[in-house]
């Protein structure tokens, strides 16, 4: 039996030793073939001995049991995230801005590599993997533990100097790996991930470990971390204390004591990033001094001791197949370039908006010719310029009548677009109820293309009020709808009549009234009604409205038919009248409220709207300043806080009372 244990801690030894010269340092010292036989034969003991297994294996890489969903962490500090600087200038602005800030003193800079993907905390006790959770919105994380643990790069067993200590880094996918699942995925029939970041983002919140160990993602550590606070005085002593823990860092940073120099890194890696197996967006420029960083502190986002420096958007050349003209929410006639696909910065590119027909005539293009296409960030790409006239190419003309519909299409004076003006269009109608139910607006989930295209193809659907009187049985009638999902989207439609005027308002689809104005004009005429019947002076009157925004509002009301969907709107017990968000004089006047769990009837946003009209304060977290917690069904660690700090707990119906008995 001891011998056992003496072989499986030996085998494991081995396997970690082999785990780091093949996965981090990349210098294997041995075959495939044997690595697989060593970890045949712990596997095997381990198996037959399940005493001897132990949770920071390398047999355990495989992946563990599935899970429910994630558990949410809180981040031992804020992952903050950084700046940008988009050119020369701007570094040197940064470089400037730190050199005042530190009023004279030497520093140095640390350059590395951005790595395009997704950071993550992993954290580690008494020198064993212990838990690893994303970055989630920066305060808290989803727990990745279990898939983390697939990582091989990652070590699950440390030596170190701190009997608890963290390291945060970038979770990526490196382009082969990516490459060989898209190709995995075509054969499968599945739909393809768009890039390498969004590649491992979709593998680290899987619920089944055992997928993110096909994946293979890569980890390389950037920040080492012990009780919140960086764990050396020295950025730089951090990066090579952790090469020599054991982790992967990056081997492309250099320490540079001038802004010349961290340029020059910036430029040799732009133009050698191709030859890079991973993606890289940028360069991160972090002062390297831990006492100077302390000096020169944070802003409300980001360190002021640390900046991205980006690349600018990726172009590339290819060929014009067809344009294809694509029918928006008001009716514009937009011509899309069909592509030969093309990788730009590793998204594979079919299409590039040509926005309209002047565009196209600035451009001279022609279908056929050879293009330059230009990606930059999650935009949608563009054609920048003709490279090389098609031979055989064809002139492109707009459509007369509408693509979808057949209806006559019509080019107002000053205006780029054509529009289709048919306001039964199902092109257009589609639209309008992809806006309505969008995030931000009506916020209806599972109320996408897919629905859309059958409630209005099979007419259920001949306005967007139409929603509101959706019956579970017509949508079990439709195509891939089984009872739950017809239930939810029922539910999701109901609760978005929770939804706050200024949404309402931004959902109606009135050109040039988005989310913003929507706000303003809501707090402006405080309901809807008074926004159908102000008259272009008090429009005006609005702060951010000038006469072009007037203009379209007055031309919407005028309109028979929206005045229909108004009151139809209105019939579905929608909110018209507008509750103030803007802290007042109130009964709940200096009370600070902080909400957590699902309301009985109070959406958040409403809840917010409520307390704040009577003058009260919302805030995220529970701290002593807190003076109640409001908690609905499923309330989470803010209920616990609340509990462990004595701060007051209410339901939503003891909310409503404080606000009329202080009333
Ligand atoms: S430092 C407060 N170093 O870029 C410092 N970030 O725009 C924040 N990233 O969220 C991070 N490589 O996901 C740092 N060498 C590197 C990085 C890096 C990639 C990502 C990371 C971060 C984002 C910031």
């Not at 006492?291 to 014009?320: C, D, H, M, N, S």
């Not at 009187?469 to 978005?496: C, D, P």
């Not at 109640?628 to 989470?636: I, L, S, T």
Request: net charge negative; with cysteine; aromatic share 6%.
């Amino acid at each position: 039996m001891k011998d056992f244990a003496r072989e499986a801690e030996t085998l494991r030894a081995e396997l970690r030793r082999h785990e780091h010269l093949y996965y981090v340092l990349d210098q294997p010292e041995v075959s495939d073939a044997e690595y697989d036989a060593l970890m045949r034969r712990l596997r095997e003991l381990e198996e037959a001995h399940p005493e001897l297994a132990s949770p920071d294996s390398p047999a355990g890489r495989v992946g563990g049991k599935p899970r429910e969903g994630f558990v949410k962490v809180r981040h031992s500090a804020p992952m903050l995230s950084l700046d940008n600087a988009l050119n020369e200038g701007e570094l040197r602005d940064f470089d400037r801005r730190v050199g005042e800030l530190l009023e004279g003193a030497r520093y140095t800079y640390v350059a590395e590599l951005k790595l395009d993907g997704l950071s993550m905390a992993v954290e580690y006790e008494q020198g064993r993997f212990r838990q690893a959770v994303t970055r989630g919105d920066g305060s808290v994380g989803e727990d990745v533990t279990e898939n983390a643990r697939t990582i091989r790069s990652l070590p699950l067993r440390v030596d170190s100097a701190w009997p608890a200590f963290e390291v945060r880094g970038e979770t990526v996918m490196n382009r082969r790996a990516f490459d060989r699942l898209n190709a995995e995925r075509d054969e499968q029939e599945l739909s393809r991930f768009a890039n390498p970041r969004n590649a491992a983002a979709g593998s680290l919140r899987v619920l089944e470990p055992r997928i993110t160990a096909s994946r293979r993602l890569d980890y390389y550590t950037y920040f080492l971390m012990t009780g919140g606070h960086f764990a050396l005085p020295s950025h730089w002593a951090s990066l090579d204390e952790m090469v020599r823990m054991g982790f992967k860092v990056n081997p492309h940073r250099k320490l540079c004591a001038s802004v010349d120099e961290v340029l020059e890194f910036c430029a040799h890696w732009e133009t050698h990033r191709q030859e890079l197996p991973y993606e890289i967006d940028g360069v991160v420029v972090k002062v390297d001094s831990v006492e100077q960083q302390q000096a020169l502190g944070f802003t409300a986002r980001a360190p002021r001791w640390a900046i991205a420096y980006k690349y600018p958007a990726r172009q590339e050349r290819t060929t014009v197949v067809a344009i294809e003209v694509q029918v928006g929410r008001t009716g514009a006639l937009t011509p899309v370039a069909h592509l030969q696909p093309v990788a730009v910065g590793g998204v594979t590119v079919s299409r590039a908006t040509l926005h309209n027909e002047d565009e196209i005539a600035r451009l001279e293009l022609k279908i056929g010719d050879e293009v330059i296409i230009e990606r930059s960030g999650d935009v949608i790409p563009k054609v920048v310029r003709v490279w090389a006239q098609g031979k055989g190419r064809t002139a492109f003309a707009m459509p007369v009548n509408c693509p979808v519909c057949g209806g006559r299409v019509v080019r107002e004076e000053g205006e780029a677009a054509r529009r289709c003006i048919n306001v039964d269009c199902p092109a257009r109608l589609k639209e309008s109820i992809l806006h309505f139910a969008s995030r931000g607006v009506m916020n209806i989930d599972g109320v996408g293309e897919a629905l859309v295209d059958q409630l209005v193809d099979r007419g259920l659907v001949k306005s967007v009020a139409d929603l509101y009187q959706l019956t579970a049985e017509q949508l079990l009638s439709l195509e891939r709808m089984g009872e739950k999902s017809a239930a939810n989207v029922l539910t999701n439609i109901a609760r978005s009549k929770l939804n706050p005027m200024p949404r309402v308002i931004a959902a109606l689809g009135i050109r040039f009234v988005g989310e913003r104005t929507a706000t303003l004009l809501a707090e402006a005429l405080g309901s809807l009604d008074a926004l159908a019947a102000a008259s272009a002076d008090e429009l005006q009157g609005v702060e951010e409205v000038g006469p072009k925004v007037a203009e379209s509002i007055l031309q919407f009301f005028r309109e028979p038919r929206n005045r229909d969907l108004m009151e139809r709107l209105r019939a579905a017990s929608l909110d018209f009248t507008y509750v103030s968000t803007r802290p007042a004089a109130g009964p709940l006047q200096g009370l600070t409220f902080v909400l957590t769990g699902t309301l009985p009837s109070l959406s958040r946003d409403r809840a917010k709207a409520l307390i704040e009209h009577a003058g009260g304060k919302v805030a995220v977290s529970v701290s002593k300043k807190t003076s109640f917690v409001v908690a609905g069904e499923d309330a989470g660690s803010k209920l616990d806080k609340a509990r462990t700090l004595g701060i007051a707990v209410v339901d939503e119906q003891e909310l409503r009372r404080l606000i009329e008995v202080r009333e």
